[in-house]
């Protein structure tokens, strides 16, 4: 079987791209010129230049493959353009990663596309599956936990911006890679969505002190109501001043994100690696 990859050159698919290969799949990467390519150097791959925005040269690019395993961004309002193409290519078989960041309950910008996507993805006609990640992390590539990684490094005192009690349930990087792998060729998946999350929910407050745990780093918890600062952050936002953190950012964080992956242990296996399993991983490959 040929698998048509988008994102593959991004943090989630640099690691579905090898595992597929490694379990014996051809496989073809959409990738734009500006794509930084190091991090697959496998001579298997086979590449294809194009933008997820021009349904022609996709549906050119998909040609000769036999599925889709889209891990490209849904937030953008490409999802339209992706099936297209794939059902002009002649594509049945597609798997799309999503985020359970649609079921916030904040007004984000992005909610609405994403929710839109999944529905053109469930009426599309192709046998899809729908992967919903939590939070995933796994190495410098992330853009979470390996931040607050680099903060207790250099300082002892991490502010956190309300109680810290909310709920968190991040998922380690390889996780998301097996969970592709193992719903490809499964017909157990066909036109079902998925949550899949770490193994374990966590509060704010235990993923630092799980950190700095093993950095053998004594750490202080600052804790800073948190709806002033998302105020300042909303004012800086308006008058387009940058700032490291987003008020969307703060608010997701005092919003519970813990989430059952029953069914997805039940129909492709799914068994995740505990936070303090994971994140030693992603700090000895840093080491």
């Not at 490291?244 to 997805?264: H, M, Y």
Request: glycine content about 6%; proline content about 5%; hydrophobic content about 40%.
């Amino acid at each position: 079987m040929k698998i048509f990859v988008t994102g593959a050159t991004g943090f989630t698919g640099s690691r579905v791209v090898p595992l597929l290969l490694k379990n014996g799949y051809e496989v073809r990467c959409l990738y734009r010129a500006s794509s930084d390519r190091s991090t697959l150097s496998d001579p298997k791959i086979e590449w294809a230049q194009g933008d997820l925005s021009d349904t022609q040269n996709l549906t050119i690019a998909m040609q000769g493959t036999d599925a889709l395993v889209n891990i490209a961004s849904l937030g953008f309002g490409h999802a339209d353009s992706i099936i297209r193409a794939a059902k002009d290519a002649g594509i049945k078989r597609a798997l799309f990663i999503s985020t359970t960041a649609i079921f916030t309950q904040l007004n984000a910008k992005s909610k609405k596309v994403r929710v839109a996507a999944e529905l053109a993805i469930e009426t599309s006609g192709l046998k899809y599956t729908i992967l919903r990640p939590t939070m995933i992390y796994g190495s410098p590539r992330d853009r979470n936990m390996w931040r607050l990684i680099r903060f207790i490094r250099f300082s002892p005192i991490i502010p956190v911006f309300g109680d810290g009690e909310s709920l968190q349930q991040p998922i380690y990087v390889d996780d998301v890679a097996q969970a592709v792998m193992s719903c490809v060729s499964n017909d157990k998946t066909i036109d079902k969505s998925y949550n899949i999350a770490g193994k374990h929910p966590l509060t704010y407050n235990d993923v630092i002190d799980t950190i700095a745990r093993q950095m053998n780093k004594r750490v202080w918890k600052l804790h800073v109501p948190s709806k002033p600062v998302v105020a300042m952050l909303s004012l800086f936002e308006r008058v387009r001043i940058p700032f490291p953190i987003k008020a969307e950012q703060v608010l997701r964080l005092n919003e519970n994100k813990d989430f059952s992956f029953t069914e997805a242990q039940k129909d492709f296996g799914f068994s995740p690696l505990a936070f303090e399993e994971g994140i030693e991983n992603e700090l000895y490959n840093l080491a």
